[in-house]
């Protein structure tokens, strides 16, 4: 059976410890039970303090075990040295879950590190998970608890708040407070020893209390567990960060232009960016969201209208629209013709609607009507300077009363100070968003449709590849091997080109010559015109030491240029070892040269960075990061993030790119980097479009041991291969049976159009006629640490057709799973949904899954008699469906003949 989530025993106690009370007023121990009463706590409190009998009217006593009852949360406010033996003492008497608010753990040095070290193990020796230490607390306005020492309480409302700094959380509930603005959940995380914002964004993407989550982040922790929920949770609520820190105050020297051009920040930008996050620069600027959030409705589109009763408001408000690369929307006829019908003859005519300095309350509000009616409008931004003919608290009255109940999202800026606060109060009483200047406001919006636009781009079905990419493995595994173990960590140009060669990335012919003489015959070999380089270890960016030469029509030309390349470079760097040149064959010439690369972070794994190539690469920094695994979609929005990208398509006397070839040429790399966790970095410039073929004309990877198999190394979960087999119907139809991918939405339309009614009924429970887009790539697009699906593929001579699906849940805190089968009618009677069942079981007992539990209509006679087979026990029926549970590590019973 589904265990209780953990973080509900946090959030909806029953009964609650506070180790540390204290009748001392201002102490935090006093502050923590009195905040648990004045909120509204209604479960059993049990003051922990050995010095008091009584504290508040609650019996105290001297320590947890004491208490003889049961208890869901201690909240812990004692001295950090004390709290490893608080933990002990939780751990016997069977606490579920502990707030640590102590400070002086990692962060004060060794001494810090030690104990939290030791609480650790007492949490895990005792089963307790725990927020803290060195945070303030929680607050969960919704379920009535304040179990903070927080110095305002906050009122209920939508939105989730999650901060690393205790003392942002204070200051935003003082503002909240001003502006009417509610909380379904408010937690300070502090250092994240255990519970982190990954445990926090899975449990609330599940808590429809909580609409949408703000963050403010200092740092990540579990970086692919973090990846894993927000990935999952930002396609059904927004997620907005604050990022302190972006930038580094040293940045370590870097052996490639990838190293320099790639630093964290862009780690966590390639991050948020994947999974789907709103990032934003300010504390002001999250706050300005989280009112927006709180107050109304997600921006659908970005056609924004202005209403102002000034011009330079307006036009700071079109700057402002401008600088996210729209343009205020145009009014249609309609709207038009019925503002020019009412408003005065001198009205802007157009959008920022300027409805004149002298707007009395019935313009503004008979305009608003109007716009917000407006089908070609998205949204709403009324603006108001406090004119001398202005009524600044009659129109926000005004517009409060209008604004009920309607579904568009509005905001107001009201200018000044003074003589708008009164207006401001009614606003945020009637629950609109209100902001300083319109920039504030312009930006807001843009950013709460940020994320209508990221989940459009999170929900797009990639193309299939034309072809199946083929990549040898074992012989790049070979030549890396083999680079370890003769200690080399930077590897030769002709080394790096080798192992590129395996995974079927294009480079330019190139043979390494030690003398003059072998690199004319090399040259006489390939073909001219040939280009010669420098060959050495110890020089990172040939042209340095003008280790370049082009264009070589013979081989005398050759000699000359080795003699001449090999004395200079020993000139300007006498400590490099050369080694002699290589001799490469000469691309033909291109107008585009780009760079590609990878560099391994220590938290984030490998980033790919794509870019404007050449010497001037660090000139221009035209580039952009993300992170692996790529697919043909995600390759292209990498490159439409640069401005060479444009290039690409043809411009001028510039032919356009294969840019199809160029996507396939980032998967690849993509790819390499994602199976070989011994590659530090990856520098491939330049890359040349020669007759619109990207090819890599220079290289250089940078290798090391490592303990990591891939694809732990990855934040991001790849396509899990090692589950791919075939298998034979027992009517002899061959079939490949393997993980969904995302460019598989066309087959599993046609899998659901091969299902009759009554199979759709058997496992949606519902009779459903249409699969819109939304739905299906619900099906395909998965995080393969939390769920998979495995399709059974028609091989040839058949068609490749999708005959069935078995698919597997995973919730983050194992043990327990979910399955569910479906075959569509064609196939059914043939034995592929045990095969797909076995295939479920068999996954899910490889990522410590113990119980796989699922749901059965009781008239699908013929699924309860194949999952008893299967071992499964039949437990009850709940509402109407039969509950059936798999024990997978006693799996398969005696006496079964599969798998």
């Given at each position: 059976?589904?265990?209780?989530?953990?973080?509900?025993?946090?959030?909806?106690?029953?009964?609650?410890?506070?180790?540390?009370?204290?009748?001392?007023?201002?102490?935090?121990?006093?502050?923590?039970?009195?905040?648990?009463?004045?909120?509204?706590?209604?479960?059993?409190?049990?003051?922990?303090?050995?010095?008091?009998?009584?504290?508040?009217?609650?019996?105290?006593?001297?320590?947890?075990?004491?208490?003889?009852?049961?208890?869901?949360?201690?909240?812990?406010?004692?001295?950090?040295?004390?709290?490893?033996?608080?933990?002990?003492?939780?751990?016997?008497?069977?606490?579920?879950?502990?707030?640590?608010?102590?400070?002086?753990?990692?962060?004060?040095?060794?001494?810090?590190?030690?104990?939290?070290?030791?609480?650790?193990?007492?949490?895990?020796?005792?089963?307790?998970?725990?927020?803290?230490?060195?945070?303030?607390?929680?607050?969960?306005?919704?379920?009535?608890?304040?179990?903070?020492?927080?110095?305002?309480?906050?009122?209920?409302?939508?939105?989730?708040?999650?901060?690393?700094?205790?003392?942002?959380?204070?200051?935003?509930?003082?503002?909240?407070?001003?502006?009417?603005?509610?909380?379904?959940?408010?937690?300070?995380?502090?250092?994240?020893?255990?519970?982190?914002?990954?445990?926090?964004?899975?449990?609330?993407?599940?808590?429809?209390?909580?609409?949408?989550?703000?963050?403010?982040?200092?740092?990540?922790?579990?970086?692919?567990?973090?990846?894993?929920?927000?990935?999952?949770?930002?396609?059904?609520?927004?997620?907005?960060?604050?990022?302190?820190?972006?930038?580094?105050?040293?940045?370590?020297?870097?052996?490639?232009?990838?190293?320099?051009?790639?630093?964290?920040?862009?780690?966590?930008?390639?991050?948020?960016?994947?999974?789907?996050?709103?990032?934003?620069?300010?504390?002001?600027?999250?706050?300005?969201?989280?009112?927006?959030?709180?107050?109304?409705?997600?921006?659908?589109?970005?056609?924004?209208?202005?209403?102002?009763?000034?011009?330079?408001?307006?036009?700071?408000?079109?700057?402002?629209?401008?600088?996210?690369?729209?343009?205020?929307?145009?009014?249609?006829?309609?709207?038009?013709?019925?503002?020019?019908?009412?408003?005065?003859?001198?009205?802007?005519?157009?959008?920022?609607?300027?409805?004149?300095?002298?707007?009395?309350?019935?313009?503004?509000?008979?305009?608003?009507?109007?716009?917000?009616?407006?089908?070609?409008?998205?949204?709403?931004?009324?603006?108001?300077?406090?004119?001398?003919?202005?009524?600044?608290?009659?129109?926000?009255?005004?517009?409060?009363?209008?604004?009920?109940?309607?579904?568009?999202?509005?905001?107001?800026?009201?200018?000044?100070?003074?003589?708008?606060?009164?207006?401001?109060?009614?606003?945020?009483?009637?629950?609109?968003?209100?902001?300083?200047?319109?920039?504030?406001?312009?930006?807001?919006?843009?950013?709460?449709?940020?994320?209508?636009?990221?989940?459009?781009?999170?929900?797009?079905?990639?193309?299939?590849?034309?072809?199946?990419?083929?990549?040898?493995?074992?012989?790049?595994?070979?030549?890396?091997?083999?680079?370890?173990?003769?200690?080399?960590?930077?590897?030769?140009?002709?080394?790096?080109?080798?192992?590129?060669?395996?995974?079927?990335?294009?480079?330019?012919?190139?043979?390494?010559?030690?003398?003059?003489?072998?690199?004319?015959?090399?040259?006489?070999?390939?073909?001219?015109?040939?280009?010669?380089?420098?060959?050495?270890?110890?020089?990172?960016?040939?042209?340095?030491?003008?280790?370049?030469?082009?264009?070589?029509?013979?081989?005398?030309?050759?000699?000359?240029?080795?003699?001449?390349?090999?004395?200079?470079?020993?000139?300007?760097?006498?400590?490099?070892?050369?080694?002699?040149?290589?001799?490469?064959?000469?691309?033909?010439?291109?107008?585009?040269?780009?760079?590609?690369?990878?560099?391994?972070?220590?938290?984030?794994?490998?980033?790919?960075?794509?870019?404007?190539?050449?010497?001037?690469?660090?000139?221009?920094?035209?580039?952009?990061?993300?992170?692996?695994?790529?697919?043909?979609?995600?390759?292209?929005?990498?490159?439409?993030?640069?401005?060479?990208?444009?290039?690409?398509?043809?411009?001028?006397?510039?032919?356009?790119?294969?840019?199809?070839?160029?996507?396939?040429?980032?998967?690849?790399?993509?790819?390499?980097?994602?199976?070989?966790?011994?590659?530090?970095e990856l520098d491939l410039n330049p890359v040349v479009i020669?007759?619109?073929?990207?090819?890599?004309?220079?290289?250089?990877?940078?290798?090391?041991?490592?303990?990591?198999?891939?694809?732990?190394?990855?934040?991001?979960?790849?396509?899990?291969?090692?589950?791919?087999?075939?298998?034979?119907?027992?009517?002899?139809?061959?079939?490949?049976?393997?993980?969904?991918?995302?460019?598989?939405?066309?087959?599993?339309?046609?899998?659901?159009?091969?299902?009759?009614?009554?199979?759709?009924?058997?496992?949606?429970?519902?009779?459903?006629?249409?699969?819109?887009?939304?739905?299906?790539v619900r099906f395909t697009q998965y995080d393969y640490d939390?769920?998979?699906?495995?399709?059974?593929?028609?091989?040839?001579?058949?068609?490749?057709?999708?005959?069935?699906?078995?698919?597997?849940?995973?919730?983050?805190?194992?043990?327990?799973?979910?399955?569910?089968?479906?075959?569509?009618?064609?196939?059914?009677?043939?034995?592929?949904?045990?095969?797909?069942?076995?295939?479920?079981?068999?996954?899910?007992?490889?990522?410590?899954?113990?119980?796989?539990?699922?749901?059965?209509?009781?008239?699908?006679?013929?699924?309860?008699?194949?999952?008893?087979?299967?071992?499964?026990?039949?437990?009850?029926?709940?509402?109407?469906?039969?509950?059936?549970?798999?024990?997978?590590?006693?799996?398969?019973?005696?006496?079964?003949?599969?798998?």
């Amino acid at each position: 059976m589904l265990q209780k989530p953990v973080l509900d025993y946090f959030f909806k106690p029953g009964a609650i410890a506070v180790v540390g009370a204290s009748p001392r007023e201002g102490s935090i121990g006093f502050t923590l039970l009195h905040n648990l009463t004045k909120d509204g706590f209604t479960g059993p409190l049990y003051p922990i303090n050995p010095k008091h009998d009584e504290i508040l009217g609650h019996k105290a006593y001297p320590s947890v075990s004491a208490v003889g009852s049961p208890i869901d949360l201690a909240i812990i406010a004692v001295p950090i040295q004390e709290v490893p033996a608080v933990m002990k003492e939780c751990g016997q008497a069977k606490v579920k879950g502990a707030i640590i608010l102590s400070a002086g753990g990692k962060e004060v040095g060794e001494e810090g590190t030690r104990i939290e070290a030791q609480i650790a193990a007492e949490a895990k020796r005792g089963g307790i998970r725990y927020l803290g230490p060195n945070c303030m607390g929680i607050l969960s306005p919704v379920n009535n608890l304040n179990a903070s020492f927080a110095a305002h309480s906050a009122e209920p409302g939508s939105l989730a708040l999650l901060s690393q700094s205790g003392a942002i959380c204070t200051a935003i509930l003082d503002r909240a407070a001003t502006e009417k603005l509610g909380f379904s959940h408010f937690v300070s995380v502090g250092s994240m020893a255990d519970l982190d914002f990954a445990d926090m964004i899975d449990y609330l993407g599940n808590d429809r209390n909580a609409r949408s989550i703000i963050i403010y982040m200092e740092n990540m922790t579990r970086h692919r567990k973090f990846m894993s929920a927000a990935r999952s949770v930002s396609r059904i609520k927004p997620i907005i960060v604050v990022k302190s820190g972006r930038s580094e105050a040293a940045a370590k020297a870097a052996a490639s232009h990838t190293g320099s051009l790639a630093g964290r920040d862009d780690a966590y930008n390639a991050a948020f960016r994947r999974a789907g996050i709103i990032r934003v620069d300010t504390i002001s600027q999250l706050f300005s969201c989280a009112q927006a959030l709180g107050k109304m409705q997600r921006p659908t589109g970005a056609n924004l209208a202005f209403i102002t009763n000034a011009g330079g408001p307006g036009v700071m408000a079109v700057d402002a629209l401008s600088n996210w690369g729209y343009e205020p929307a145009q009014l249609g006829p309609e709207t038009f013709q019925k503002l020019d019908e009412f408003l005065p003859h001198f009205w802007s005519r157009g959008n920022p609607i300027d409805i004149l300095g002298d707007a009395p309350p019935e313009r503004y509000v008979q305009t608003v009507r109007i716009c917000l009616a407006a089908r070609e409008l998205s949204g709403l931004i009324a603006i108001l300077t406090p004119q001398a003919m202005t009524d600044p608290t009659g129109v926000a009255r005004a517009l409060a009363d209008e604004i009920k109940n309607r579904s568009k999202p509005f905001m107001a800026v009201w200018m000044g100070a003074r003589d708008v606060e009164a207006g401001i109060r009614v606003l945020n009483e009637a629950g609109i968003p209100t902001f300083a200047t319109p920039e504030q406001a312009v930006d807001t919006f843009m950013h709460m449709y940020s994320y209508t636009r990221n989940l459009e781009l999170l929900q797009e079905t990639p193309p299939s590849f034309p072809h199946e990419i083929q990549v040898n493995i074992r012989q790049a595994r070979t030549f890396i091997t083999e680079c370890i173990r003769r200690g080399q960590r930077i590897l030769t140009e002709v080394e790096s080109k080798a192992i590129l060669s395996a995974y079927g990335i294009p480079v330019n012919r190139t043979v390494a010559a030690s003398s003059s003489r072998a690199a004319a015959e090399a040259a006489k070999n390939m073909g001219f015109p040939v280009v010669v380089k420098i060959f050495s270890p110890d020089i990172t960016h040939k042209s340095d030491v003008d280790g370049v030469r082009l264009n070589l029509t013979s081989e005398r030309e050759v000699a000359a240029a080795f003699d001449e390349i090999t004395s200079r470079a020993a000139g300007i760097k006498p400590e490099a070892r050369i080694t002699g040149v290589t001799v490469q064959s000469q691309v033909k010439k291109s107008e585009i040269e780009l760079i590609v690369g990878s560099k391994r972070d220590p938290q984030f794994g490998p980033l790919l960075l794509f870019g404007m190539g050449g010497v001037l690469t660090e000139v221009f920094k035209d580039s952009a990061v993300t992170l692996p695994p790529l697919n043909l979609l995600l390759a292209r929005r990498l490159m439409e993030r640069t401005r060479v990208y444009r290039l690409l398509q043809g411009y001028r006397n510039i032919p356009a790119a294969d840019v199809d070839l160029t996507a396939e040429f980032l998967v690849r790399v993509s790819q390499l980097v994602s199976d070989f966790p011994e590659i530090v970095e990856l520098d491939l410039n330049p890359v040349v479009i020669s007759d619109g073929r990207p090819v890599a004309i220079d290289a250089r990877i940078v290798v090391e041991a490592s303990d990591i198999v891939a694809p732990r190394h990855l934040i991001i979960s790849p396509y899990p291969n090692q589950y791919e087999s075939e298998w034979m119907l027992e009517d002899g139809t061959p079939v490949l049976i393997r993980p969904m991918k995302p460019e598989d939405e066309s087959l599993v339309k046609d899998l659901l159009d091969n299902c009759s009614q009554e199979t759709i009924y058997f496992r949606y429970f519902a009779v459903v006629k249409n699969w819109p887009h939304e739905s299906l790539v619900r099906f395909t697009q998965y995080d393969y640490d939390r769920e998979i699906g495995i399709a059974a593929i028609g091989l040839p001579p058949g068609p490749a057709t999708m005959m069935g699906v078995g698919r597997l849940v995973m919730p983050p805190e194992r043990p327990d799973a979910e399955f569910a089968v479906i075959v569509a009618d064609p196939w059914q009677g043939k034995g592929l949904g045990e095969k797909l069942i076995e295939r479920v079981i068999e996954i899910a007992r490889e990522n410590g899954v113990q119980t796989l539990v699922g749901d059965v209509l009781p008239e699908n006679e013929k699924m309860l008699s194949l999952v008893r087979k299967i071992g499964f026990k039949l437990l009850r029926l709940e509402e109407g469906t039969c509950k059936v549970e798999l024990d997978v590590a006693s799996w398969p019973p005696a006496g079964y003949p599969g798998p």
